[in-house]
């Protein structure tokens, strides 16, 4: 089991540029979450997927932030005329969803840098 | 408004000291999760907790629903103890977790 997995680590996109982010949850979990973590904000929710549908994206901005999850393998958070302001670690986590968060696991995140 | 309040914002204790690092919501919840992040680390969970007291290893968390509460004491800390403590609660049924922004904890030698 190697965990969620968060493809790239790092990121450094140009202010305009877009970004797509990466995420593996670990096989046989059916919720897939996305977080962002800044200093000044702490770790905020963005949206939600259970058994590759979404529920909840009430965190996202509403513009140019979008999730998808075409499979139950992956999820892709996408970030289009990306802005200083969204520089922050995007967290990934699933869990199995069975009613309890007690196997929630995180992934190690990717570093988005918009300069 | 912050929906999970966390206290002490710092704490800095010497080897071997007992900390007590505590969590309060501003909504009931039925389900309460600490987790433990080194800087620049992943999140890792420590303890679910969503009622009455829990332990592990050195760890023991308590949690009067209630009360809108929950604590977690950290025992005979050490060194690599150092990090910040988050606690988060679930909003609704949905499973998403809502943090409190945290505890850094120091343990000097």
């Known amino acids: 089991n190697a965990g969620v997995i968060q493809t790239p680590r790092h990121k450094v996109t140009g202010k305009g540029q877009e970004a797509t982010l990466w995420c593996e949850p670990i096989?046989?979990?059916?919720?897939v979450f996305w977080y962002r973590q800044t200093i000044v904000q702490g770790l905020e929710f963005l949206t939600y997927?259970?058994?590759?549908?979404?529920?909840?994206d009430s965190g996202m901005p509403k513009e140019r932030f979008s999730a998808q999850m075409p499979n139950q393998s992956h999820s892709t958070l996408k970030i289009q005329s990306t802005q200083p302001q969204d520089s922050a670690v995007y967290l990934c986590?699933?869990?199995?969803?069975?009613?309890?968060?007690?196997?929630?696991?995180f992934g190690s995140g990717t570093r988005l840098l918009v300069i | 408004e912050q929906q999970v309040q966390q206290s002490p914002a710092s704490l800095v204790l010497q080897e071997a000291e007992n900390a007590e690092l505590q969590c309060s919501f501003s909504i009931f919840t039925n389900q309460v999760q600490w987790f433990y992040q080194r800087p620049g680390g992943r999140l890792v969970s420590l303890l679910y907790n969503p009622s009455g007291t829990k332990q592990s290893g050195r760890l023991t968390s308590t949690t009067v629903i209630k009360e809108r509460r929950s604590s977690l004491h950290i025992s005979s800390s050490q060194i690599t103890d150092s990090g910040t403590y988050l606690c988060?609660?679930?909003?609704?049924?949905?499973?998403?977790?809502?943090f409190g922004s945290g505890t850094k904890l120091t343990v000097e030698p």
């Open positions: 988060a609660m679930e909003r609704g049924n949905y499973n998403v977790l809502y």
């Open positions: 997927f259970r058994n590759q549908a979404p529920i909840d």
């Open positions: 986590a699933s869990s199995s969803g069975q009613g309890t968060n007690s196997d929630y696991t």
């Open positions: 096989s046989g979990h059916s919720a």
